[in-house]
């Protein structure tokens, strides 16, 4: 166990603030570096490095990284990596870690081939064993699991929502490394020209809500999920929708919950008229309870759920919302 | 008066003179004739492909018996047809009247006479003439005074035929001539057997005071009249509406000798130059003599299902869009002008119309002239996934999912074999020592709701001592939804590879609990070369119960009623299994209105079952049809095809009604068999 | 844009919709399952095709894999595809060793404007060859491209971001990773599939590259599938009213309310 050994982790913070997968990043790569008997630095993406430093440090991170140009809003794939390939000379991690989102796709395969280093995408887990990494995947939308180990130099990307995140700890600090800028990024490849941000926030919203409304085929309409709504709201819950509700026009595409849409792991996740493919279960899965609405008594998301009820939406629901009102009134 | 016939005729040719004249002007009328007949036909002929010569001519002609003669389809209408009859047998008569005259005057047989000229030329004409009239009375009041929906031409911004109110106009016309004519006569030359004739005889009591000189010419007048409307109906009559008299008997007799509806014609892909139907011209001869057929009668439409529930195809109106374009552009495009022509597909016929069909065949077998809509539907919808590329998405991912997995259930996320863990089924290729090879088809493989149906029939099957193999992963999908959705060349992909898959295996029989792949494999694959002994779950059943070895005691089941499904009723002309068993079960069973060979579609044929069919207001199709059995008080509605199950259950979820069941045949019959294997001869429990 | 050559990367993988089970033997998971197009990678046929249709280009298709997957490398030609090619090696389940044959293959056959494929293989989902061939070619990339555009200089590429989408000006040559929001693949009219019926299928034949350098090695430890057998407490009694009364408690009881 090298002493100094260093886990870098790379966080896209163009909200401002270190978001939910921030966090799941810093709680791996921090239990990478207690076994690895090292430390953990921070980089963040989008953001100056002294707005995030309190939050990372609270976070787990023992170093801020601090290199001119990385919060230049927007994506500049060339310049980024090259940020964080000049960071990676300084402090020569062993393990950098990326979140399996549209920024770490991009710039993990970047980083990773100009170190030579060994990749493992789309990580439910990380653990270390004897100094060399098992990192757990998934193939296939989950049908197929594997452990990859990576002895030497690792770049990992992690799903959204696979690590549990501990509570802050405020008293924690961390120093900040200034790195200098690297020079010019050669070539003019790929040139960012704007930023669309979507109004809503439906995506922060549903990354960090605490409950979730799901309505999915057999809800039949759009007019259906206004029906959905009111019983979120009961609940105060945000309302989602599965890929084939989202496909038919139902609810907007950044309602989208499942493996090509946002991945979330509320406490209270409820699908009603949800069958329970992998596809739409890999973005929930991590929910602390599932619970099922659906006419089907076989439909594959009972497997997932702690409560099912084996009912037609269309009576379930409204009996539901008369019996949430009872107590409430 | 009953004096014998002696002497009995009458008179021809009574004060007309100049008789020359007739074969003018019949030879005039005949010529009109002619070349209308010819410039109808020659487009058959000279546009139209051609087919095997026509085969079988006693089943042909038994056919033109039953349907023309005996108007066999007419008189599932109690009025109109009654009415078509006595129009028709009344026209036929008349005209065998005026042969008679013709015999006995220009070729000098003396025939027109005795207890001949007084119980037919006389009686039985007379009451002809009197039906004619009535008949022709009442076709004018349903027309236009009750305005029946059914014969009231829709076509958006086409003109109503005026050969429509002219054919009965003119026939009236013609008949209120022969009876003034009769009266006339009889008026001026007394006649001792005048009440042989008694309508003519009644009128001529009207006119009976009239001067001889005023009769004399009147009669001439009248005569002549009649004369030049008799020809001029002659004439005209390959122009309007009227061809269909001759038309429609040759389309009985040109037309699919089976009784069971015609199989799609196979493709040469090997040879092709065009895939389905784009031009006039790609139809055959017989497709285009059935468009000349159409009397817009308008039965094809009220059975239509996809008419129904408001979607934008009528068979009647598709038959009349294409006779239209074949009557406008069809002598330019036989003159070699390709390009004469709009789109047949797309423009003449919509897109949506050809995807609104599903294959339920009830236009065929309403067809009084026996014209086949459905086939040139599917064709036409060749055109449109094999060419042109343009048919709905959800059918296309249906169609990639079929090339890609063998089965058109994109998502379904699982294998062939999960609904029968448990079940230890052996598969047909590694042993033969089974009785029935089940084919489980693709939509109880993969369908929560028809797995249990496939479940339902393996117990019954096993308690009735027949051991059933299955093909397990290895079963590929019948490929029925690639050729009714037009993709003719994954079908014959399909077909072939199964041909040769089943004949490896060799099964000795095959039962199957879906009508689609009983059709394919039992018929259809007749044409790779298959044939293989295919019988639906239903008839199996029925001969076990038959045979005492499914026992079975009838339980106090509640009422049902049967959804004949289009392919097991009048593809394959199978409508008393299921009765039996659901009567063995002993429930009681009620009949909805449209059943057997009138079944109502549930909406799932014709690639339907992947299509999301809704309309704001509107009711779809397995609405209308679980309405329907919900109207008749039944709380079962039995059904024996998985499509018919999943749309009708969708249906009855749709109508609301919370007291109505579905399920099928075998589930029901299991009930009893379940009662009768509990019947305790020992006393375990 | 100028475009003469553009390539697509193609792979065919086991019926992601199956049921997996890992083979005893050699530990491969999903042998017994049809084998099919990677979905993403039918994208980036669309949107090499589409790119023909506006540029008059060439388009290879390049895939790795059996000579099981001629049947679906002559679809792409009816879609639109120039040029099949198949370089015959067992690469399941090795996305690096993928990669590695791909930009071997690339290099060697030269002067690709643009490169595609999709944003993963279907089964993998590493997401890794893109980048990597990319890369081993000196060619610039991007990944995720959900829109793409013919502009003067070359392609406006639209890509996701957190919470909305980025747009690019992307010069040839470059490589793009697309996903399923770039196009619907067009269905093939039977017509095409009848002229290329017979139409020939390249193989290339390739040197096995050299091992990997660097001191870092990665292996595979293990592979399973996961049995979803769950434990969910059905709720409630015979009527609708009965199960919304215990569902209603059991959900008051989980958002504390």
């Known amino acids: 166990m090298a002493a100094g050994t260093k886990v870098l982790v790379v966080s896209d913070a163009n909200r401002g603030s270190l978001t939910g997968a921030g966090r799941e990043l810093l709680a791996l790569a921090r239990a990478m570096a207690d076994a690895l008997d090292g430390s953990v630095a921070f980089l963040a993406l989008g953001a100056a490095a002294a707005k995030l430093a309190p939050e990372a440090a609270a976070a787990g991170a023992d170093e801020i990284v601090d290199v001119p140009g990385a919060d230049r809003p927007g994506y500049h794939p060339e310049l980024f990596a090259a940020l964080i390939l000049a ?65 030497g130099l690792a770049v990992v990307t992690l799903r959204p929502k696979s690590v549990d995140v501990p509570a802050l700890q405020p008293e924690r600090r961390a120093a900040t490394v200034v790195i200098a800028a690297p020079e010019a990024a050669a070539g003019e490849g790929i040139t960012f020209v704007e930023r669309h941000q979507d109004e809503g926030g439906a995506v922060a919203e549903l990354e960090q809500a605490e409950a979730i409304v799901t309505g999915g085929l057999g809800m039949g309409s759009a007019a259906a999920f206004d029906k959905l709504q009111a019983l979120a709201r ?92 009872q107590t409430d009134s | 008066m009953l004096n014998g016939a002696q002497g009995a005729t009458r008179i021809v040719y009574w004060h007309i003179s100049h008789t020359w004249l007739i074969y003018l002007l019949t030879a005039v009328s005949l010529a009109v004739f002619a070349y209308g007949l010819y410039r109808r036909s020659r487009l058959w002929w000279s546009l139209g492909q051609s087919t095997p010569p026509l085969d079988q001519p006693w089943v042909r002609l038994r056919k033109v018996w039953n349907q023309v003669i005996c108007h066999e389809r007419f008189f599932r209408d109690g009025v109109a047809g009654w009415m078509h009859a006595a129009i028709m047998w009344s026209v036929l008569l008349l005209l065998l009247g005026t042969t008679v005259v013709m015999v006995h005057a220009d070729l000098g047989i003396p ?238 016929i919509a897109d949506a119309a050809l995807w609104a069909c599903t294959s339920c065949g009830a236009c065929v077998e309403e067809c009084p002239v026996h014209i086949e809509p459905l086939p040139k539907i599917t064709h036409m919808r060749r055109h449109l996934a094999m060419e042109e590329v343009r048919l709905p998405q959800t059918l296309q991912d249906a169609l990639k999912s079929l090339e890609d997995r063998a089965h058109p259930y994109k998502g379904a996320n699982g294998d062939r074999t999960e609904w029968s863990k448990g079940l230890d089924l052996p598969l047909a290729g590694d042993t033969e020592n089974y009785d029935v090879l089940y084919w489980v088809g693709c939509t ?118 049967y959804h004949d499904p289009c392919y097991l009723g009048r593809y394959a002309n199978q409508y008393g299994a299921p009765r039996r068993l ?66 009708l259950e969708d249906g009855v979820k749709a109508a609301g009604d919370a007291g109505l069941a579905v399920r099928d045949v075998a589930e029901v019959l299991l009930e009893s068999a379940a009662h009768a294997a509990a019947q305790p001869i020992s006393a375990s429990r | ?46 949107a090499g095709v589409l790119i023909k249709e506006a540029t008059h280009c060439k388009v290879t298709v390049l895939c790795v894999g059996q000579a099981g997957a001629e049947p679906m490398l002559r679809r792409t030609l009816a879609m639109g595809a120039d040029e099949a090619i198949l370089i015959e090696a067992d690469t399941a389940w090795d996305s690096l060793g993928a990669a590695r044959l791909l930009a071997a293959a690339l290099r060697q056959l030269g002067g690709f404007d643009v490169v595609l494929c999709g ?79 017979n139409s020939p299928i390249r193989r290339l034949r390739l040197d096995p590259p050299p091992p990997l350098p660097g001191p870092a090695k990665a292996r595979v430890l293990g592979r399973s599938t996961p049995s979803f057998v769950g434990q969910c407490s059905f709720l409630g009694g015979a009527s609708v009213a009965e199960k919304a009364a215990a569902l209603a408690q059991a959900l008051r009881a989980e958002r504390g309310i």
């Open chain 1, 87 to 151: 960071a990676c000379r300084e402090l020569t991690p062993r393990v950098i870690v990326f979140s399996h989102a549209p920024l770490g796709l991009d710039l993990a395969p970047r980083v990773a081939f100009a170190l030579g280093a060994r990749w493992a995408t789309n990580c439910v887990g990380v653990t270390v064993e004897a100094g060399v990494l098992r990192c757990q995947r998934h193939e296939v939308a989950g049908k197929v699991q594997l452990v990859e180990s990576i002895d």
């Open chain 1, 234 to 325: 009961a609940l105060g819950a945000s309302l989602a929708g599965s890929k084939q509700a989202v496909d038919r026009g139902w609810i907007s595409a950044d309602r989208q919950v499942g493996i090509t849409g946002t991945t979330v792991a509320p406490k209270l996740y409820l699908a009603v008229a949800v069958s329970g493919a992998l596809q739409h279960m890999a973005g929930c899965q991590k929910s602390k309870v599932i619970v099922a609405i659906n006419k089907d008594p076989e439909a594959p998301i009972f497997r997932f759920a702690r409560y099912g009820v084996v009912a037609n939406w269309e009576e379930m629901v409204p009996a539901l919302l008369a019996q949430l009102a």
């Open chain 2, 111 to 348: 025939i027109m006479q005795g207890w001949f000229y007084l119980i037919f030329q006389k009686l039985a004409l007379n009451f002809a003439g009197m039906f004619l009239a009535l008949a022709c009375a009442v076709a004018l009041a349903r027309r236009y005074v009750f305005r029946v929906a059914r014969v009231q031409p829709n076509r958006p911004g086409v003109a109503a035929d005026a050969s429509d109110a002219l054919s009965l106009l003119f026939l009236l016309l013609l008949v209120s001539q022969g009876f003034a004519l009769q009266a006339i006569r009889l008026a001026a030359n007394p006649d001792p057997y005048a009440l042989w004739s008694p309508f003519g005889h009644i009128l001529s009591l009207v006119i009976a005071g009239a001067p001889e000189s005023a009769l004399v010419l009147s009669y001439q007048i009248v005569w002549w009249f009649h004369l030049v409307t008799a020809l001029g109906w002659i004439a005209w009559l390959p122009y309007g509406k009227m061809l269909h008299v001759l038309t429609g008997p040759i389309n009985v007799y040109a037309g699919n000798p089976a009784a069971l509806p015609r199989v799609p014609q196979a493709l040469d892909f090997d040879n092709i130059e065009h895939l389905g139907v784009s031009r006039i011209s790609h139809f055959t001869w017989k497709d285009l003599l059935d468009l000349d057929a159409c009397t817009a009668c308008g039965r094809c439409q009220e059975a239509c299902p996809a008419y129904a529930w408001g979607a934008p195809l009528s068979p009647r109106n598709l038959i009349l869009d294409l006779r239209d374009h074949l009557r406008t552009h069809g002598p330019a495009l036989a003159a070699g002008r390709v390009d004469a022509a709009p789109k047949l597909v797309g423009e003449t």
């Open chain 2, 444 to 561: 109880a493989s993969f369908d929560a709701r028809s797995q249990k149906v496939a479940r339902s029939l393996i117990e019954l099957l096993r308690l009735a001592n027949v051991s059933v193999a299955v093909l397990g992963d290895a079963e590929p999908c019948c490929g029925d939804p690639a050729r009714r959705m037009g993709h003719e060349f994954l079908y014959d992909q399909l077909a072939r590879s199964n041909v040769e898959l089943l004949q490896s295996v060799k099964p000795k029989r095959i039962v199957t609990a879906c009508p689609h792949c009983l059709n394919a494999l039992g018929n259809e694959y007749r044409q790779f070369g298959g044939d293989f002994d295919v019988v639906h779950h239903t008839q199996l059943l029925d001969e076990l119960v038959e045979r005492g070895e499914l026992k079975i005691t009838a339980a106090d089941l509640a009422k049902v009623t």
């Open chain 2, 582 to 647: 659901i009567d063995a079960a002993g429930a009681p069973r009620v009949e909805m209105a449209r059943s057997r060979s009138k079944s109502f579609c549930c909406g799932g044929g014709g690639g339907h079952a992947w299509m999301a069919d809704t309309a704001p207001g509107r009711k779809c199709i397995n609405e209308i049809r679980a309405r329907e059995a919900g109207a008749t008080g039944a709380a079962t509605l039995a059904v024996s095809c998985p499509f018919c199950m999943r749309m």
């Open chain 3, 1 to 46: 844009m100028v475009c003469q050559k553009l390539a697509v990367l193609f792979k065919v993988v086991p019926d992601p919709e199956g049921v997996f089970k890992i083979d005893a033997s050699d530990g491969v998971p999903g042998k017994d399952l049809p084998q099919i197009p990677s979905v993403f990678d039918e994208n980036a046929v669309e």
């Open chain 3, 119 to 197: 944003r993963e293989a279907a089964d993998t989902g590493s997401g890794l060859v893109g980048p990597y061939v990319a890369q081993a070619l000196g060619m610039s990339f991007l990944t995720l491209a959900q829109d793409i555009k013919l502009v003067k200089d070359g392609l406006e590429v639209k890509r996701p971001c957190d919470n909305g989408h980025d747009v690019f000006i992307c010069r040839p040559p470059v490589l793009l990773t697309v996903t399923a929001e770039a196009n619907r693949a067009r269905m093939p009219s039977v017509m095409k599939m009848l002229k290329v019926k």
